[in-house]
């Protein structure tokens, strides 16, 4: 866990991001959605680094879309 300036506020956006997807994946019955936000809003806690923190919450993100865009 990153504790900068830059690494707190890039935990906050990911973990941001994920409570918006977790919370609509939870209202709307959506298992994509639901999954992606719970990993975006866990997943900072263990990664060391800002970049890889964007990154992975990146390829999360694009994981995401691959599976609705295939119909799951």
Known sequence: MDLSLSGLLAST???GVGYVLFHYG??????PQ????????????FVPGVGWMLGTAALILAGLWASLRLGL
């Open 13 to 15: 956006l990911v973990g």
């Open 26 to 31: 939870r209202k709307c019955a959506r298992t």
């Open 34 to 45: 639901l999954a992606s936000g719970l990993v975006l809003m866990l997943f900072p806690l």
